[in-house]
């Protein structure tokens, strides 16, 4: 209740402060409040009937649970898209993969390599690179590789990532607790993903949220974001 009663106070009290701001300090983003999707049937139906690059694919330590429940994102791509390429850099779970699925429509590659393999240099419609950022040492290289990867192939880019204002992740830490994966280096917010998206030689045309188990987060502190992109040419 204390925290409630805290909570309402500090509402109040920003409201107050958003009206005597500095304008350049201001970045509004309230027509995205409701532009909220749910994040699996959205990158499902973006996929269906392209040929797809999906990074990260092998989801780390719940390869072998999600492969039999049969809720592997990787898998259920190959079930609606012309063509579905896994890259990681895995090396012992890719194999592992190797040997559960017979699939080897898949390699390894680091994004930060900044050589694209001979392969991925044409051939895809899109690139899936979908709750990998947060977890990259220099996010802008990645972005410009990816930037570059897309122009070779003049594809679309969709990315996936937590979002900085999600509404459970500011509870905790009116609480003093932080909740955060013990492997990712940042979080992102709109304006912050919007800016290094541009500074990375790509066009942001699409941005929405997602959320998991409840709609009812207000303004931005829905749980994550879908940041579709096109390279920018020259």
């Given at each position: 209740m204390?925290?409630?009663?805290?909570?309402?106070?500090?509402?109040?009290?920003?409201?107050r402060m958003?009206?005597?701001v500095?304008?350049?300090?201001?970045?509004?983003?309230?027509?995205?409040?409701?532009?909220?999707v749910?994040?699996?049937?959205?990158?499902?139906?973006?996929a269906?009937?392209?040929?797809?690059?999906h990074?990260g694919?092998?989801?780390?330590?719940?390869?072998e649970r999600?492969?039999?429940e049969g809720?592997?994102?990787h898998?259920?791509?190959?079930?609606?898209?012309?063509?579905?390429c896994?890259?990681?850099?895995?090396a012992?779970l890719?194999?592992?993969?190797?040997?559960?699925?017979?699939?080897q429509?898949?390699?390894?590659?680091?994004?930060?390599d900044?050589t694209v393999?001979?392969?991925?240099?044409?051939g895809f419609?899109?690139?899936?690179?979908?709750?990998?950022?947060?977890h990259?040492p220099?996010?802008g290289?990645?972005?410009?590789?990816?930037?570059?990867l897309c122009?070779?192939?003049?594809?679309?880019?969709c990315?996936t990532?937590?979002?900085?204002f999600?509404?459970?992740?500011f509870?905790?830490?009116?609480?003093?607790?932080?909740l955060?994966?013990?492997?990712?280096?940042?979080?992102?917010?709109?304006?912050?993903?919007?800016?290094?998206?541009?500074?990375?030689?790509?066009?942001?045309?699409?941005?929405?949220?997602?959320?998991?188990?409840s709609d009812?987060?207000?303004?931005?502190?829905?749980?994550?974001?879908?940041?579709?992109?096109e390279p920018?040419?020259?």
């Open positions: 204390r925290a409630l009663l805290r909570f309402l106070r500090g509402y109040r009290c920003c409201r958003l009206a005597t500095d304008p350049v300090l201001r970045h509004d983003y309230s027509h995205l409040s409701n532009r909220i749910e994040r699996e049937p959205y990158l499902l139906e973006l269906r009937g392209r040929r797809v690059l990074f694919f092998l989801d780390s330590i719940f390869l999600k492969l039999a809720s592997l994102l898998s259920r791509l190959g079930q609606v898209a012309h063509r579905v896994g890259v990681d850099i895995e012992a890719l194999e592992r993969y190797r040997e559960l699925t017979g699939d429509d898949n390699l390894l590659w680091d994004i930060a900044t393999p001979e392969g991925l240099r044409e419609d899109l690139v899936l690179f979908p709750e990998v950022l947060e990259v220099n996010p290289l990645v972005l410009s590789n990816l930037a570059t122009r070779l192939n003049r594809a679309r880019l990315l990532l937590p979002n900085a999600d509404m459970y992740g509870m905790a830490a009116m609480q003093g607790v932080e955060v994966h013990p492997d990712h280096l940042y979080t992102f917010t709109p304006r912050t993903l919007t800016r290094l998206v541009q500074a990375s030689g790509l066009r942001l045309s699409e941005l929405c949220f997602y959320n998991f188990g009812l987060a207000p303004g931005l502190t829905k749980a994550g974001m879908i940041a579709l992109c920018v040419e020259g």
